[in-house]
């Protein structure tokens, strides 16, 4: 039987994408389990899985209440419920320690998606992820806050402002801290540019993970400075919730 080209191709290309798949197999960064063709990143069990918060349809939550007398947002939100050693946690720790910065556009896809559904957060009008200090970027080789931000960008149709606000200062690790050490570590560290950027708009700030909010805050406050800006904040997990 004599097959038209294009068809034979078509085969050739399954078979080495099956062959490579034999030696580097694609597998779910949740659980493992090998992804066939249709499947990116989660399988699709993981995926229907995936505990979502629903908190960026309700401007009272959970992490709304978090910044609550410290720092006047518009809307905030994180995507997944975080628990230590569940799922979660996994694909953050693949994101930020294993170098894989597409599962934080993948995550991020999926979060602006739901996005994109709320009048709290549709009006957006830029996207800022949390900026790493140069040094610690470097060593990373990346910024998770920059991917995710790319992420939600796209499905809502904004722009990301990568190199607006920046990181003045290099500040030790938070996750030994307290509450109040860790507010007294970060605040002041962050600055920005060019103010007319941002002037006027409706900004996100996104980060990986919320934990006690210092950063986020730390973040806003020159933000807030801007005559004009809305800032609402969205990460992708929460370990207030
Ligand atoms: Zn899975």
Redesign the pocket.
Known sequence: MVMPVKFTSFLSKIWLADLFGLFFPN???????T?NRQEEI??????YKLPKTGFHMHAENLVAETFWGRVELHSAASFLFFSKKG?VQKLMHVLKYKGRKEVGVYLGRLFGTDLKESPLFNTVEMIVPVPLHPKKQRKRGFNQSVMIARGIGEALGVPVSVDNLIRTAYTSSQTKKSRYDRWQNVKGVFSVQDPELFRNKHLLIVDDVLTTGATMEACVHPLLEIPGTKVSVATLASTQA
């Open positions: 597998v779910c960064v949740a659980c493992g389990r992804l989660l399988c699709t069990s993981c995926l799922k």
